[in-house]
């Protein structure tokens, strides 16, 4: 197996995890806060597709959040460094999906360019230094599994609550 299989593989899943986390919701279901100050559903389905699409600095563009139409459905603007890391129970509040199909538009968008990518990485790729910032410097295929790592627990989290609210209904 090479490597590009490896990841094409492991991302490829996280399109029907999405769906389901999100199937069937109204625009307030995905706004629903367990408590006051938790992670709604909207914003982690947000955030990890906002964290996929942080890719983009390793293939040298722009990320999709900045350069499609995506923000205003979220009721936001196009400001590439809103990551969702750092954010208050009040930044939570303010990402406000439209509905499901916004939530699908930008992760489908974000899911395909970077599968594209993906696409043809060899085992080289994966040590090159895409992240200087940092004590050791941090190479394409740390970046990989982090973002990997990322969108995975924000989807479990997203179909966890997806199961209160629908059990509740």
Not at 34 to 58: E, F, K, M, Q
Request: hydrophobic share 40%.
């Amino acid at each position: 197996m090479r490597v590009d299989d490896v990841f094409l593989d492991a991302f490829g899943r996280l399109p029907e995890l999405v769906e389901g986390a999100i199937d069937g919701l109204t625009a307030e279901q995905l706004r629903w806060a367990p408590a006051d100050g938790a992670n709604t559903i909207g914003w982690l389905t947000w955030h990890l597709t906002r964290i996929y699409d942080y890719l983009a600095d390793s293939m040298d563009a722009q990320p999709l959040w900045v350069t499609g139409d995506f923000a205003g459905a979220f009721g936001l603007t196009p400001d590439p460094d809103n990551l969702g890391y750092g954010h208050t129970a009040a930044d939570i509040g303010t990402v406000r999906p439209r509905d499901t199909k916004a939530v699908l538009d930008y992760f489908t968008a974000v899911h395909e360019r970077n599968l594209g990518w993906i696409r043809g990485l060899t085992d080289s790729d994966l040590d090159r230094i895409v992240d200087t910032g940092w004590d050791p410097p941090v190479t394409l295929g740390v970046r990989l599994v982090s973002i990997l790592n990322d969108c995975t627990q924000h989807v479990g989290q997203a179909a966890y609550l997806h199961g209160l609210i629908t059990r509740a209904s």
